[in-house]
C-alpha cells in the first residue's frame, strides 16, 4: 500500500482527548507514525526530548521559522511556540509510514492549506465547556489564569470544528475510539 505522503491529523482543544485518542489510534495502526512537535516550552517532568516534544530554544524556533523547516507553527500561548517540522514529516514518510499529528485547531488549518491532498483531518470534540474545565483542572498543571486562558481559547477553537473531514464527539472514551478507528481504516485502505 502507498502510504507516501498521506497525513493525518487529530486536533481539538486542549482537554477533549485528542492525545488519548492519538495513542489509541498508534496501538492499533502499526502503519502509523507520531509525528514529535517542536515546542518552546519547558519540558513537563515525565516528558522526553525527542520522543514527546523536540524541545528548543526560542531562538532556534525561530531560526527555524525564518529558514522554513516548518509545514506549520503557532504561537499557542503566550511566548510558548510549537510547530511541525517538514523533517519530521520526511522522517515518516521515509520509513514507509502515515504520519499521525496531534496539534492545536490553528496548526491543523495550516497543513490542511499545505497538504491538501491525501490529508484525513479529525476533529475530537468535548462534551461541553464545563467538561473541559473539570478535565483540565483534574490534571493540577493550570493556574486559575492558565486554566482561563485555555477555556477562552477552546472556546473559540470549536468555532472551526466544521472545517475538517470529521467531528468526534469525545463524551464516551471507548466509543470515540472505535469512531476513530473505523475512520481512520478507511482512508488508510483508500
Known amino acids: 500500500m502507498a502510504f507516501y ?15 488519548s485518542i492519538t495513542r489509541y489510534l498508534l496501538k492499533t495502526f502499526p502503519q502509523l507514525a507520531f509525528s514529535i512537535s517542536a515546542a518552546t516550552r519547558q519540558p513537563r517532568s515525565y516528558e522526553k526530548d525527542g520522543v514527546d516534544y523536540y524541545f528548543t530554544s526560542l531562538e532556534d524556533f525561530k531560526e527555524k521559522i525564518r529558514q522554513k523547516e516548518f509545514a506549520e507553527w503557532e504561537m ?80 473559540y477553537e470549536l468555532s472551526f470544528k466544521d472545517q475538517f473531514n470529521y467531528c468526534i464527539l469525545n463524551d464516551d472514551f471507548t466509543r470515540a475510539c472505535g469512531e476513530a478507528d473505523r475512520i481512520v481504516k478507511a482512508f488508510l485502505e483508500k
Request: glycine share 6%; proline share 5%.
Open 76 to 155: 499557542v500561548y503566550e511566548g510558548k511556540y510549537y510547530g511541525t517540522l517538514k523533517s519530521e514529516l520526511e522522517r515518516i514518510w521515509d520509513d514507509q509510514k502515515v504520519p499521525l499529528l496531534d496539534i492545536d485547531v490553528k496548526g491543523a488549518i495550516h497543513v490542511k492549506q499545505q497538504y491538501p491532498e491525501s490529508l484525513l483531518t479529525i476533529f475530537i470534540e468535548p462534551p461541553s465547556i464545563e467538561e473541559l474545565k473539570k478535565r483540565l483542572a483534574s490534571r493540577g498543571t493550570e493556574t486559575d489564569e492558565s486554566l482561563q486562558a485555555r477555556i477562552n481559547k477552546a472556546s
Open 5 to 19: 505522503h498521506k497525513l493525518i491529523v487529530i486536533t481539538a482543544p486542549s482537554g477533549a482527548g485528542k492525545t
